[in-house]
């Protein structure tokens, strides 16, 4: 069951202390296909036609970026099937099925215990949307697909309305003479059904735009144009779900991926007026031919998504605009990967002047145009201002999660991708992802702030070929700098390597659950649950050993009685979630053996009724122990990453030694951090970076032990201390009845006896 490994997003780490909860906001995603980042008018087209020369027409995404944030380092991934596994999941390539353009994506990629962005959002009380090419679950027949597995499909996976193409083969024409829809017939497999791609129920309706489709003209095609078929259905779906959120409150997520400017660039040429508007551009005759299609082709979407924007503001269509919903409707519009090569780089400049193309490894591959527009929070005067470019780093594994968070839906247990929900409602609580990754036939690679890491496979079994970059000062990527920096090449290669990137075809992360009794060794593979993979008779995958990096685990205790697993030997996941019974039953304890030591390299997550106790051994990760409200971190040891405590943190100081965190330890307001006060003065909390504190604390004296006068104890040490407890006039009433004074420096808290 997938619900499983959802993970509750929390309120707290999206806002501002004491700022009001902004409404749920709408979502409408619009991702286009092989659209290269140079192509639209703030990343450079618009510097072309300053300078007289030709540009490609985008007027209403160019009025996104004006009312709203260009961000210029927005990445995908090099080809299309990896690009919408890594936007559903969550999960970048070393860590998907569809980590290439495997002919056997559609029958694999999406698995019953992935969630996606329709999971999360449908489970959120969204009305859910998807129209276009969504590449898996149907087979590639041009005459009479058939569904050829039912888990992969978007109906699998929350989408309630669609209208797509479920193979990303038969995409490879704009006139699939069908397209799967729902909802469906009772009984059609999946939930969908083929319907006949047609613009007939449009035509001659005055209700619906004949720009730029051309619909009711006499030469428009029987068959559709599928991208005016996807867009129209968009539209339908946006003025009666506008219309219901006026009603109801209920707001809607609608993801159109269109198939433009994709490949076959000559389709468009047989519709009628495809040209029209450049019907003014004295240089558009003197273009090659794929240079002028591939231009109608981009300026043809452009304008359908100006109708959709125009039914944000008008959602019943009659002219008033008092029903609007634009306000509160974030719209995200993005590209799956860099420009294909062809005369239409050449002489439009359609990747930005960045190296490499579609299907590669460098910037021209995956930089993709990313623009954001949600006036209720990125205006003018706001925080982050309309009309700006913003070189923060968004990869397309972010918007799950960012998605999730703004919905106050669930996000799922450990995925890669991180939430820029906070940034976007202009908090000071935005985390950092310390780097991204990508693969693509010709390397892999791996970004950190600045720099990028390439490597490429030696040849014949030899050492592989690093390179590095400054993007900074270089986002050709045409000076190779590896020589000059190899600490850092080592340390991002090992990284790079840690991420799986290098595994074979037909790896991906598992799901597995806890099946042992009380008492029992967590290293012991008998106590876990098999995962095993399979479809149609054919088996993709089996996991039945012992916990590995692979692994995504809950540990899960949902009986009456509490119950401990031991961590005896050292355990390594990609991500652990600890918890008890939801209802008030029993806890589930993971106890650490002196000098074990646990990993979870993207995040161990401590939920409700779930105790994690570090007795002397050492915690690592890459980013973050996340500790939710009803959970417990106690104990002492060493913990590498950064702590985030919603819900209890307990330090003993009868324990031979503090708990050390090798990182941040960031503490909210519905927090608390427990210490219990020991006979001598050693700080009882070491924190490498920041200490940033609300919440409250609470102190016990240990057995037999009574504080003398104005004595006084370090609780807290941290490179900086920001933030406060938020006792009372800073003092605090032990558990036996004796009062303390809590005291503040830069880098310290202290206790003193009052």
């Known amino acids: 069951m997938k619900s499983i490994f959802f993970v509750l997003a929390l309120v707290a780490c999206a806002t501002s202390v004491g700022a009001a909860e902004p409404p749920r906001p709408n979502i409408l995603y619009l991702y286009v296909d092989d659209m290269g980042w140079g192509s639209i008018g703030p990343n450079g087209q618009a510097q072309r036609q300053a300078a007289g020369q030709p540009y490609v027409r985008t007027p209403n995404l160019n009025r996104l970026a004006a009312e709203g944030l260009n961000f210029t380092r927005g990445y995908g991934c090099h080809v299309c099937s990896p690009a919408r596994s890594s936007q559903q999941s969550g999960f970048h390539q070393g860590h998907t099925f569809a980590d290439r353009n495997d002919p056997d994506n559609a029958k694999k990629a999406m698995r019953a215990d992935d969630v996606l962005i329709g999971d999360a ?42 209208l797509a193409e479920l193979h990303h083969v038969r995409a490879h024409t704009f006139f699939q003479p069908t397209l799967w829809k729902a909802p469906a017939s009772l009984g059609s497999t999946g939930g969908v059904e083929l319907v006949p791609n047609s613009m007939t ?9 004949d720009t730029p489709a051309m619909q009711n003209h006499g030469e428009y095609p029987e068959t559709a144009y599928c991208d005016d078929s996807y867009a129209f259905a968009a539209l339908d779906f946006i003025r009666s779900q506008g219309t219901q959120y006026n009603e109801t409150g209920r707001p809607f997520f609608g993801l159109l991926a269109v198939q433009i400017p994709h490949a076959p660039f000559g389709q468009i040429s047989t519709l009628p007026k495809w040209d029209q508007a450049y019907d003014d551009d004295p240089w558009f005759d003197s273009l090659d031919d794929q240079t002028r299609q591939w231009a109608a082709m981009v300026t043809r979407i452009d304008a359908h998504f100006g109708n ?20 509160n409707t974030l719209i995200v519009f993005q590209s799956d990967n860099g420009g294909p090569r062809g005369r239409n780089n050449a002489q439009l400049d359609a990747n930005g002047g960045l190296r490499g193309t579609k299907g590669m490894i460098q910037e021209g591959g995956i930089r993709v145009p990313l623009v954001m527009r949600w006036p209720a929070m990125i205006r003018e005067d706001s925080r982050l201002q309309a009309g700006t470019n913003c070189q923060r780093v968004v990869d397309v594994t972010d918007l799950l999660p960012t998605f999730c968070e703004l919905a106050g839906a669930e996000i799922p247990l450990g995925i890669d991708g991180m939430s820029i929900a906070p940034f976007l409602q202009g908090s000071d609580q935005q985390r950092e992802r310390e780097f991204i990754i990508h693969e693509a036939g010709n390397g892999q690679s791996i970004i950190r702030d600045r720099y990028k890491l390439i490597r490429v ?22 000076n190779d700098i590896a020589g000059d920096h190899p600490t850092m090449v080592e340390a991002l290669h090992e990284l790079l390597l840690g991420e799986r990137v290098t595994e074979p075809r037909g790896f991906a992360n598992t799901y597995h659950q806890w099946t042992g ?27 039945d050993g012992a916990p590995q990096l692979s692994w995504t685990a809950r ?9 401990v697993a031991k961590a005896d030997s050292d355990l390594q996941f990609l991500a652990l979630e600890i918890r008890g019974d939801q209802h008030g039953g029993g806890a589930q304890f993971l106890v650490l053996q002196p000098g074990i030591n646990l990993t979870g390299r993207n995040e161990i997550r401590i939920g409700k009724q779930g105790v994690l106790s570090i007795d002397g051994g050492t915690v690592s990760t890459l980013r973050w122990i996340e500790n939710l409200p009803g959970g417990t971190l106690r104990g002492h040891g060493t913990i590498q990453g950064t702590v985030f405590n919603h819900g209890r943190v307990q ?14 330890y960031r503490q909210t307001d519905e927090a608390e ?21 609300a919440g409250t604390l609470t102190v016990r004296v240990g057995p037999g032990f009574r504080p003398a006068p104005d004595e006084t104890w370090t609780i807290v040490k941290a490179d900086r201390v920001t933030g406060r407890f938020d006792n009372s006039r800073d003092r605090v009433v032990s558990t036996d009845g004796h009062r303390f004074r809590i005291q503040y420096s830069e880098s310290e808290v202290t206790l003193k006896v009052d």
Not at 201 to 209: A, F, L, M, V
Not at 308 to 327: E, K, R, T
Not at 457 to 478: A, H, I, K, V
């Open 121 to 162: 959002l449908s489970a959120a009380g969204y009305v859910t949307g998807y129209w276009g090419k969504w590449g898996y679950g149907g087979s590639k027949d041009r005459v009479g697909p058939v569904i050829q597995n039912v888990q992969t499909l978007p109906t699998s996976h929350g989408y309630q309305h669609v």
């Open 201 to 209: 129920r449009y035509q001659g309706d005055g209700d619906y735009p």
């Open 308 to 327: 959709l924007f125009d039914a944000l503001q008008d959602p019943n269509n009659d002219g008033d605009p008092s029903d609007s919903i634009a306000n």
């Open 457 to 478: 496979d030696g040849r014949r079994g030899g050492p592989p070929n690093l390179t590095l970059y400054d993007l900074r000062e270089d986002p050709s990527e045409s």
């Open 517 to 543: 009794p009380d008492g029992a060794s967590a290293a012991d593979a008998a106590n876990w649950s098999e995962y095993r993979y399979a479809n149609a008779g054919v088996t993709y995958q089996v996991d």
């Open 555 to 563: 540990m899960e205790n949902s009986g009456p009685v509490s119950s």
């Open 651 to 664: 330090i003993d100081g009868g324990d031979p030694s503090p708990l050390h965190v090798h990182g941040d």
């Open 673 to 693: 951090l427990t210490i219990t006060l020991p006979p001598d003065e050693q700080a009882l909390l070491n924190v490498d970076g920041r200490a940033a504190l």
